[in-house]
């Protein structure tokens, strides 16, 4: 370290009777109605994934009471993200922790994020063991991170480093929660226009009130003027007077842009599965294709990518930018740019997820096609109206895309910045007012 702060031992800064340690042993069943657990898998990015969060029993989770969340510990992923570091958020309060997942509660006269970002920084890491393991079955041990040295600068110094850094994560953060919003906007909108017909059905009964018109019914006039005032019987059920059964092979299709690895440069984005979040268009991972050994997919920026591995994990994603991706990943496009919302809408549905799980070949790694997704039935609107849609929603997905960029931006800097603030080779005062603290 390039500072004189002492370095302490990790299991020397936690509270008295509180020992770094991991939970849950043996999870089994998950109980609907049990307690909400955090494995290593659900510790990334800096956060624990709460949308993926799995439950355990009420009474499995009694027995390991010294690992119950009060919130605002430090979890470490020991298995599965090894040397992955989140901050137990306070919604998680009263959840626990599996086997995967080790637990630091730290006293207070030491900063919490502090000591998080150190054990996200390279020296952590490297301490932990995270960047030296072998790829078959990465594994932190308890030990190891116990023992991690952790350099202690004054109190007010650990608050202000995190204050920085924490400062670039919070901007992060609140891009991501925006890209959510904007993302649930967009799917109660398409389930509005073209799963429960709400303009169609408003639009009826409003025909028969005399004076009203288009905007009495929710929408702007010149978009309740696009859509039918009836329903009609047609083998799917009830749908818009004079649209079309047909199948998703009619909107879409899969432009098959194989490339050899002696094909790609090596610093061309790359999108394997391990990339894709699950239940969220906003693709903000990738990595390079340096080392690519076998065939990939070419994607273009604004194209719609699959999953077609284990379909019910529900990785679903428009590419952020040009490059490749990994085969068990399908590439769609719409027919024409005036489909996308549409296209995008279904195949990101979780009723598109459910079919092509249940038509999924394979036990243990079931896989969906193409051919088994283009059959997919779909109720097609005039043409009108799917332009109209994709209207609204582009820009939404246009701004999603550009929170990635500006969010991976920000955590350069932040990544930049970390290592020379926790050693000590930038102090606060050169970045708040040019004067160090030497």
């Not at 509180?18 to 494995?39: A, M, N």
């Not at 790829?135 to 920085?164: C, F």
């Not at 006039?221 to 007077?241: H, T």
Request: aromatic content about 6%.
């Amino acid at each position: 370290m390039a500072s004189d702060w002492p370095e302490i031992p990790l299991s020397n800064l936690t509270e008295p009777d509180t020992p770094v340690t991991y939970g849950v042993v043996k999870p089994g069943p998950e109980d609907p109605d049990g307690v909400l657990f955090i494995r290593g898998g659900d510790i990334a990015d800096g956060r624990v994934l709460t949308e993926q969060l799995r439950t355990i029993t009420r009474e499995i989770s009694r027995q390991y009471e010294r690992t119950l969340l009060r919130g605002g510990e430090i979890v470490v992923s020991l298995v599965g993200n090894p040397g992955q570091v989140a901050i137990v958020p306070e919604s998680l309060k009263g959840a626990n922790i599996a086997r995967q997942a080790g637990l630091v509660r730290l006293r207070s006269d030491v900063d919490t994020r502090y000591v998080k970002y150190f054990l996200g920084s390279r020296a952590g890491q490297e301490a932990l063991g995270a960047q030296s393991l072998g790829s078959v079955q990465q594994v932190i041990n308890l030990r190891d991170l116990k023992t991690v040295l952790v350099p202690q600068p004054p109190l007010p110094e650990q608050r202000a480093i995190a204050y920085i850094l924490g400062t670039l994560d919070e901007k992060i953060e609140l891009n991501r929660r925006t890209n959510k919003t904007l993302e649930a906007i967009a799917r109660a909108l398409f389930k509005s226009w073209f799963v429960d017909f709400d303009p169609v059905r408003a639009k009826h009964v409003l025909s028969s009130v005399e004076g009203a018109d288009g905007r009495d019914s929710g929408q702007p006039k010149q978009i309740a003027d696009l859509f039918p005032d009836s329903l009609e019987d047609s083998e799917l059920g009830e749908i818009p007077k004079g649209w079309k059964i047909g199948t998703l092979s009619d909107i879409a299709d899969h432009p098959r842009r194989g490339v050899q690895p002696g094909e790609i440069e090596s610093s061309t984005p790359y999108i394997a599965l391990e990339h894709m979040p699950r239940r969220c268009i906003a693709l903000s991972n990738w990595g390079t294709a340096d080392g690519l050994e076998s065939n990939k997919f070419e994607f273009k920026r604004g194209e719609i990518l699959f999953g077609k591995l284990r379909p019910y994990f529900h990785k679903v994603g428009v590419a952020p930018l040009d490059g490749v991706c990994s085969t068990d990943i399908v590439v769609v496009n719409p027919r024409n740019e005036k489909w996308f919302g549409f296209v995008l809408g279904h195949v990101s549905s979780t009723t598109f997820i459910d079919y092509t799980n249940a038509g999924s070949t394979g036990t243990k790694m079931p896989r969906t096609s193409w051919g088994e997704m283009a059959r997919y039935p779909v109720v097609i609107p005039p043409k009108n109206i799917a332009e109209a849609f994709t209207a609204r929603i582009h820009p939404s997905v246009d701004r999603i895309i550009a929170s990635i960029h500006e969010g991976r931006t920000l955590a350069a800097l932040r990544d930049t910045l970390l290592p020379k603030l926790i050693s000590g080779e930038l102090r606060v005062a050169q970045l708040t007012n040019g004067r160090s603290h030497d």
